[in-house]
């Protein structure tokens, strides 16, 4: 198996752009997908196969992978974004980084 | 609408066992690979378990091999796992989803464990 490394923090203006990266030494052979967790909800994708993502979720959330690190992107960050994120990767195992707290100052 | 709905957990003493079961409505359940995962208070998401569409394949997360079983009955569309040797560490807010793409979509509610010593 193999370990994702994010950040545990990022704090963002209102309106500004707010970048959270995902580091794994296997990442560059595989996809990378990201959740959003609100508090007391269930996770939901907002992005997945790295830069793809789900109907319903705003343009503002994308994706990137270059090598071994994917980024989620938020343009225009609005307070409702705040919420804890995580990245996954799929082997034959699936792997969570520890989550990064999106703080909308 | 697509929905699962977790149920099955509660209180245990350490050493204990527990069933816990995920009902799945709006999609052919037969046709996806399901997973669960857990949360413990104030921490991150772990994956706990997937099987297969079929059932015929299983993998766990080494916290869990040899104590927990996953399994699913296609024609209740209901995904189970099973708990044994429980500890404290089990303890977490666990949660069923449906794979698909490389992605875990959508979740359950969760269905919280609590393991006493």
């Known amino acids: 198996s193999f370990e994702l490394t994010q950040p545990p923090s990022v704090s963002v203006s209102p309106g500004q752009t707010a970048s959270i990266t995902c580091s794994g030494d296997?990442?560059?052979?595989?996809?990378a997908c990201w959740y959003q967790q609100k508090p007391g909800q269930s996770p939901v994708v907002v992005i997945y196969?790295?830069?793809k993502r789900p109907s319903g979720i705003p343009e503002r959330f994308s994706g990137s992978r270059s090598g071994n690190t994917a980024t989620l992107t938020i343009s225009g960050t609005q307070a409702m974004d705040e919420a804890d994120y995580y990245c996954?990767?799929?082997?034959?195992?699936?792997?969570f980084g520890g989550g990064t707290k999106l703080t909308v100052l | 609408q697509v929905q699962l709905v977790e149920s099955g957990g509660g209180l245990v003493k350490a050493g204990g066992s527990l069933r816990l079961s995920c009902a799945a409505s709006?999609?052919?359940?037969?046709?996806?690979?399901m997973s669960w995962m857990r949360q413990a208070p104030g921490k991150g998401l772990e994956w706990v378990s997937y099987?297969?569409?079929?059932?015929?394949?299983?993998f766990y997360a080494d916290s869990v091999k040899g104590r927990f079983t996953i399994s699913r009955d296609n024609a209740k569309n209901s995904l189970y796992l099973q708990m044994n040797s429980l500890r404290g560490e089990d303890t977490a807010v666990y949660y069923c989803?449906?794979?698909?793409?490389?992605?875990?979509?959508?979740w359950g509610q969760g269905t919280l464990v609590t393991v006493s010593s």
């Open positions: 296997k990442l560059v052979d595989k996809h």
């Open positions: 196969k790295d830069d």
């Open positions: 709006g999609f052919t359940f037969s046709n996806y690979y």
């Open positions: 989803a449906r794979d698909q793409a490389d992605m875990s979509d959508p």
């Open positions: 996954q990767a799929w082997d034959s195992a699936r792997v």
């Open positions: 099987i297969s569409a079929s059932g015929t394949t299983e």
